[in-house]
């Protein structure tokens, strides 16, 4: 099988049952998204036993959105800062070999 071959897969968070057509080579990603979202799932089902199943769900989904917001936060800042120091560094050497 290549690994750019899609399988069927389903994952279950909170009950719900959710067929995926994905990459092979992808398999372990989305099994490990289905448990990170399944075990923050049942860790608020205990701490909010009251709350409805769809209200619950939607906080595990907006908690994911918000992390993966964070993340993107981090890596444009993180991306603007290997920038600039490119440009020091080509600054630098540019002067360096000026003066040569």
Do not use: C
Request: charged share 30%; glycine share 2%; aromatic share 10%.
């Amino acid at each position: 099988m290549n690994d750019s071959d899609k399988v069927k897969m389903t994952i279950n968070i909170g009950g719900e049952h959710i067929q995926l057509s994905v990459d092979f080579n992808r398999q372990d990603a989305v099994r490990d998204a289905e448990s990170a979202a399944a075990k923050l799932y049942d860790t608020w089902r205990l701490k909010w036993p009251k709350t409805p199943d769809k209200e619950l769900l939607a906080r595990v989904a907006y908690q994911f959105a918000y992390y993966y917001l964070e993340l993107m936060a981090r890596y444009e800042a993180a991306s603007r800062m290997a920038e600039d120091t490119d440009k020091r560094l080509s600054d630098l050497l540019h002067d360096d070999t000026a003066s040569l």
